[in-house]
């Protein structure tokens, strides 16, 4: 364990909130204004920026008049959102205030795997781990969340995650609200799990549907029973929406039907911004879209039951009223150029996912411990197709370290719209299968390992994890 239960949640227990009861659209019972996470301050010398986290435990409201026993970074839960900027060098001072130990992914950074907080970098309680590396990613929204073998689930759920915007000079990121907190809003979507003492769960085996309650969260606030508030001075407003949960699909929409004007995938901006109807994001998935505001429009999160079974619904999380008179410049026409991959020559490989009873696994080993996992070996500069295989019945979802991916395939069918973007995560339903394309570069490493696993945190730390290893070509 994480330690958290020498905490002491103090907690009153609740009763159960019947679907009714939940805030699905219009049923708001409170308001309150949302609440920004911090800007993480950095300090910069001799072209060194450094930041300072520590990893800690604490107490939290996850549901209303609950206390539950969390943890976060510089907090209690959740933790500050960090700036980092293309072509500087970040050191990051880590201290592991937590009773068990821990690592810190830096989740969709290009970087090397000896930097990256994998399993391999795990530092025990009272440790500082301090890695440093170039920024060499565009702009995009990144995360960063504990990635220890087996321990995962646990510290994420109890509240350990923070957001990266990575920052670029290019003419895009330049046209595109930017200023923290105001114009360019982050949004850290949730859904947990909790039994009626506010104990939180990340490990559902074994609990009947509907014996728990499932709380929906944005930015540490629950929306079970709060619609979240947020007052636009710019009439033009980014949204950078990260889906932080152990398992489920969160899909973001307008309540009033409209559409959502995406700009990013999870790896960088679109060839070009395109409206969509909803965003659809699997657990570690990311998305940026902007709204150009002239009435009030209350944002919708339809959770998808993936593995908090019962938290299914539309919850009304945000309302974002407009309080400007500015007139925002039309959109660049381009936000970025996306070369599609001619996979003709690249070297193919097969992933299976599998599951043998309780066990999950990758290519057939089940991976909860480095010797255990499949490893893959790749060389330095390579560019390859991955068929990866959903040999199970359940819903998983891939995630690759190091490099982002272009989708080639999904169940069958060629990729359109925001899926011709750069991704890192992607869902593989149930028996489906997809294709993706990667180039391995600029970083080999004979000792660190990058980890490609399903992102569903509980069957990560089951064994649904593998290693990969990029050679010196
Ligand atoms: Cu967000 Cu290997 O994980
Ligand atoms: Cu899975």
């Known amino acids: 364990g994480v330690g958290l239960a020498a905490v002491g949640a103090a907690g009153a227990a609740f009763s159960l909130l019947t679907d009714a009861e939940r805030n699905t ?4 019972t409170n308001t309150a204004t ?6 993480l301050e950095a300090t910069t010398t001799d072209g060194t920026t450094t930041f300072t986290l520590a990893a800690q435990s604490g107490t939290s409201e996850v549901i209303s008049g609950v206390t539950s026993s969390t943890a976060g970074y510089n907090q209690s839960y959740l933790g500050p959102t960090m700036k980092w900027t293309k072509g500087d060098t970040v050191l990051l001072n880590i201290t592991n205030n937590l009773d068990d130990d821990t690592s810190v992914h830096f989740h969709g950074a290009h970087i090397p795997a000896e930097m990256d907080g994998g399993p391999q970098n795990a530092f025990a309680a009272g440790e500082t781990w301090s890695p440093t590396f170039e920024i060499l990613d565009e702009a995009k929204t990144l995360w960063y969340h504990p990635h220890a073998l087996g321990t995962t689930a646990e510290q994420v759920v109890h509240g350990m995650a923070g957001m990266i915007i990575v ?4 003419d895009a990121s330049a046209a595109l609200p930017s200023e923290y907190g105001v114009d360019d809003i982050p949004l850290v979507l949730q859904c947990l799990a909790s039994d009626t003492s506010g104990d939180i769960k990340y490990n559902l085996t074994g609990y009947l549907s509907g014996s728990l309650a499932y709380p929906v969260l944005c930015n540490g606030t629950n929306v079970d029973d709060t619609t979240l508030t947020f007052t636009a001075t710019k009439t033009r407003t980014r949204f950078r929406v990260l889906n932080a949960s152990p398992s489920d699909i969160i899909t973001v929409q307008r309540g009033d039907g409209g559409t959502l004007t995406q700009i990013a995938t999870e790896q960088g901006y679109l060839t070009s911004a395109t409206e969509v109807s909803s965003i659809r994001l699997v657990a570690g998935g990311r998305a940026e879209f902007v709204m150009d505001l002239s009435d009030a429009v209350t944002l919708q999160a339809v959770v998808t039951t993936g593995w908090v079974r019962g938290g299914s619904g539309t ?3 945000l309302t974002v009223t407009p309080d400007a008179s500015d007139t925002p410049d039309d959109l660049p ?3 970025n150029t996306i070369e599609r991959y001619d ?6 490989r097969e992933i299976t996912l599998d599951q043998d009873g309780l066990e999950m696994a990758i290519n057939g080993s089940v991976g909860t411990t480095m010797d255990s996992m499949a490893t893959i070996m790749t060389t330095l500069g390579s560019s390859e197709i991955w068929t990866i295989t959903n040999n199970t019945m359940l819903e998983h979802s891939f995630h690759l370290h ?14 359109t719209g925001v899926d011709l973007g750069w991704f890192d995560t992607y869902e593989v339903v149930g028996g489906g299968s997809i294709k993706i394309a990667m180039q391995f570069t600029d970083f080999a490493d004979d000792t660190y390992m990058y980890m490609l696993h399903c992102h569903l945190l509980q069957h990560e730390d089951e064994g649904m994890m593998a290693a990969l290893m990029v050679m010196e070509s």
């Open 315 to 317: 919850y009304d999380f």
């Open 343 to 348: 996979t003709s020559s690249f070297t193919a």
């Open 34 to 39: 949302l609440t920004v996470p911090d800007l």
């Open 25 to 28: 659209a219009g049923a708001a």
């Open 333 to 335: 026409s381009t936000l």
């Open 167 to 170: 920052e670029d000079g290019s």
């Open 402 to 415: 190091d490099v982002p991916f272009q989708l080639i395939e999904i169940n069958g069918e060629e990729p």
